[in-house]
């Protein structure tokens, strides 16, 4: 009977220490996804930023294309 018990306490302690570990894969998984949701986030907000500079870079270009070289060498 005492060996019964003890083999019972290792499968229990086993099976304990299988949850554990896919409980702990499991939010792994939850936290990498919440991780690349962030980044997409941080990708698109420096995407916008970076279409907001080239619309005024554009508008700059065109202001100093509408200046003729004389206009120019004149300021």
Request: zero cysteines; glycine letters at 6%.
């Amino acid at each position: 009977m005492n060996i019964l018990k003890k083999i019972l306490l290792i499968e229990l302690l086993f099976a304990i220490f299988l949850f554990g570990g896919v409980l702990g894969i499991d939010t792994g998984k939850k936290y990498k996804q919440d991780e690349l949701t962030n980044t997409y986030i941080e990708l698109d907000s420096e995407k916008e930023k970076s279409y907001q500079l080239q619309l005024e870079n554009n508008k700059l270009n065109a202001i100093l294309n509408n200046y003729t070289i004389e206009e120019r060498q004149g300021e």
